[in-house]
């Protein structure tokens, strides 16, 4: 038997949702896995380092990784009014931020990406100093005083009112007003090494295991909630019929359209080395 394929992926609800039945052997044939939880900005790092076989990361860290990893088509985090948000104790407006601490997700982040491409054009003289923290520690770092601003993904979207703070921009919105396009977020990435055939075999079990989640979505539903970092039941559906919709399933034109606009207005920027032209391709 061969061996298990190495994945890490976070323990939002999104993705053990998405991963619920291939991790627990539900889906005929698929490889078996061996899972690791891990942050956003962990996975990252594991990709820059092409440490597992596959990995759930931000698109923003692709222009490092995509020689060695392929991007697979579905199981990944992308739509429309799901956006990450800048949070602040007191309501104001995004020039107060010229010279404030911002803590973000990781500098790899889609959300930072996205972070920084709004900051260029709407924050005089740019944000003081950024501060790395896991994405559950940003709240309350920014409720506590102990930095200006957050920049939350996942289910702070829904939360962040509890924590007494108030979302000064939404990045998303401001991506989609100015593009057009649904908002890329995180990734699904397999090792090129691994060979067509498999590759294929990955992308159609994370296709499957997404359809049988949708299929009876109470199956997956205790594993869900064992891992969530935000244990509300209502919170947790919330964030999965957020981010887990018809690009889950397969990015499609407008998908590849977003990441490729993304990552090509981001290298036009110099904030990432732009893509090759096959950069974004996967085995027919």
Not at 10 to 17: A, E, K, R, W
Not at 193 to 208: E, K, T, V
Request: glycine share 10%.
């Amino acid at each position: 038997m061969a061996d298990p394929l190495k994945i890490a992926y976070s323990p939002c609800p999104n993705d053990t949702f998405v991963f619920h039945a291939w991790a627990h052997g539900l889906v005929p044939g698929a490889p078996r896995l061996d899972v690791a939880f891990a942050d956003i900005d962990i996975t990252n790092g594991l990709a820059e380092r092409g440490e597992l076989d596959v990995l759930k990361v931000s698109y923003a860290v692709l222009p490092w990784v995509l020689q060695e990893y392929a991007l697979v088509p579905c199981g990944g985090a992308l739509g429309r009014g799901c956006g990450p948000l800048v949070l602040t104790r007191e309501a104001g407006a995004a020039a107060d931020l010229a010279g404030k601490t911002v803590a973000v997700p990781s500098e790899r982040s889609t959300a930072y990406l996205l972070f920084r491409l709004w900051a260029a054009g709407e924050v005089p003289g740019g944000v003081g100093r950024i501060e790395v923290l896991p994405f559950h520690e940003i709240m309350p770092a920014v409720r506590d005083g102990r930095v200006d601003a957050g920049l939350v993904i996942h289910e702070a979207r829904f939360t962040y009112q509890g924590y007494g703070l108030h979302c000064l921009a939404d990045m998303g919105e401001h991506w989609e007003k100015t593009t057009g396009l649904p908002i890329p977020l995180g990734a699904i990435i397999a090792r090129r090494s691994l060979g067509g055939p498999m590759l294929r075999r990955i992308a159609d079990a994370a296709r499957a295991s997404v359809r049988m989640a949708w299929d009876d979505p109470t199956v997956s539903r205790g594993y869900v909630l064992s891992h969530a970092q935000e244990m509300d039941e209502s919170v947790a559906d919330q964030h999965i019929g957020l981010y887990v919709n018809d690009f889950t399933d397969d990015l499609g034109e407008d998908g590849y359209a977003a990441v490729r606009g993304l990552l090509t207005r981001a290298a036009a920027e110099g904030l990432v080395p732009p893509l090759g032209p096959d950069a974004l391709s996967f085995p027919a």
